[in-house]
């Protein structure tokens, strides 16, 4: 079977990117910043918070952690940069296969925009270290869809927008590793939404949030998507 999609929104850390558990890392120093003591009551809480929101917007966590803007900004600041440092220092890898599946959705003409919860500053870093600058024609932000990042559809309807690869939204691929992944795909009306078991959320999660399909890996999405297309794909 092939399917009609022309345009794939993926998502980067847990889906196309492993980074270890950098978040929570960078979460740790963040917090520290704000005065949380590890250990504590309150520093565990905050961290169960992280861990059920991963793949939303960081500063919209914050904004949620600290409730004042000033704290939150600070906070997300020492975030970035923490997990900047990580980045650079070498923590992360592709997840196997994202890239080879990426350059075969591109080398059967679909076009692929790779889409994060962090800021774009983080965003690059990753690129970078990844050597990805130059594998898709987009990369967004949730600051490039007006500031809000997942669970609303807007960086998806961005991709849309911006690529002009699909004639409708039912010919968009929505795939990630987390629950807000999935509702900023059935929110965009989506024509495929799929969850990836390489990062945060579990196949009942992913399923709950309203994923369609369930893969091990990015690395299934070629067949999964193209099917016959795919050479040597026999089309099941």
Not at 217 to 233: F, K, T, Y
Request: glycine content about 14%; some cysteine.
């Amino acid at each position: 079977m092939t399917r009609d999609t022309r345009l794939v929104v993926l998502d980067m850390a847990g889906t196309t990117v492993a980074d270890g558990g950098l978040v929570e890392r960078a979460f740790a120093v963040a917090a520290g910043e704000l005065g949380v003591e590890p250990g504590s009551a309150d520093h565990a809480e905050k961290l169960d918070y992280v861990r059920a929101t991963m793949g939303e917007s960081k500063i919209s966590v914050f904004r949620h952690l600290f409730g004042e803007e000033p704290l939150a900004q600070r906070a997300n600041s020492a975030f970035e940069k923490a997990y900047g440092e990580l980045v650079d220092g070498g923590h992360i890898a592709p997840v196997a296969g994202a890239r080879e599946a990426i350059e075969a959705l591109t080398g059967a003409g679909r076009t692929v925009v790779l889409s994060t919860g962090f800021a774009r500053v983080t965003q690059d870093a990753i690129l970078d270290a990844l050597g990805w600058q130059d594998l898709v024609p987009l990369t967004l932000c949730p600051a490039d869809a007006g500031g809000r990042g997942r669970p609303y559809p807007d960086m998806v309807l961005e991709a849309f927008l911006r690529t002009g690869a699909a004639d409708g939204v039912q010919q968009i691929a929505v795939v990630g590793d987390t629950s807000y992944d999935m509702l900023s795909g059935v929110r965009a009306g989506a024509g495929l939404v799929a969850g990836v078991l390489t990062g945060a959320h579990d196949d009942a999660a992913l399923r709950a949030a309203g994923a369609g399909h369930v893969l091990g890996s990015v690395a299934e999405l070629p067949a999964l998507l193209l099917g016959s297309d795919r050479p040597g794909g026999d089309g099941r």
